[in-house]
């Protein structure tokens, strides 16, 4: 099931940051497909000045267990993705990427937790996750340079 494939450009995304640049293309290296090209600044004090957001084409997530995708970012990095459930709690998790290579990510609900730094004053903590009604993704680079990275679609998974 597909979250956002980038089928229609730049519809549905937006960055958090107007300094950090999103562009739709191809990339020779990846599979025939448009990717995500995202270009970010240094970090700044804003915690979330380099977020990307992503509308979820399809917003009822029960069919799978898992969010995958393929990231090629320029340099080794630490790198979040996120989401509200239903319930409005706020779920991140973080990987280690590599620098310069293609690599699969892949984020088991069972696994992805509440995130400790924020939740929305709406959140109803303390209740199971519940990914029937997520409206939008979020990613972010955490480095401490500017960089940029290639991101293919997002897909729940089995």
């Known amino acids: 099931m597909v979250i956002q494939a980038y089928k229609d450009g730049l519809a549905g995304l937006r960055a958090a940051n107007p300094d950090v640049r999103l562009r739709v293309g191809r990339d020779p290296t990846a599979p025939d497909e448009p990717v995500l090209f995202v270009e970010y600044p240094a970090p700044t004090a804003d915690p979330a000045g380099r977020d990307v957001h992503c509308e979820a084409e399809q917003h009822d997530w029960t069919g799978g267990r898992a969010i995958s995708f393929h990231v090629k970012p320029a340099q080794p990095m630490r790198f979040s993705v996120s989401f509200l459930d239903r319930n409005r709690v706020a779920y991140t998790a973080w990987t280690e990427l590599k620098g310069g290579v293609w690599q699969l990510v892949r984020i088991p609900f069972d696994e992805i937790r509440p995130n400790p730094y924020f939740q929305p004053p709406d959140a109803k903590t303390g209740?199971?996750?519940?990914?029937?009604?997520?409206?939008?993704?979020?990613?972010?680079?955490?480095?401490?340079?500017?960089?940029?990275?290639?991101?293919g679609r997002i897909v729940v998974s089995r």
């Open 127 to 151: 209740a199971s996750i519940d990914v029937s009604a997520v409206k939008s993704i979020a990613f972010a680079p955490h480095d401490q340079t500017a960089g940029h990275m290639a991101i």
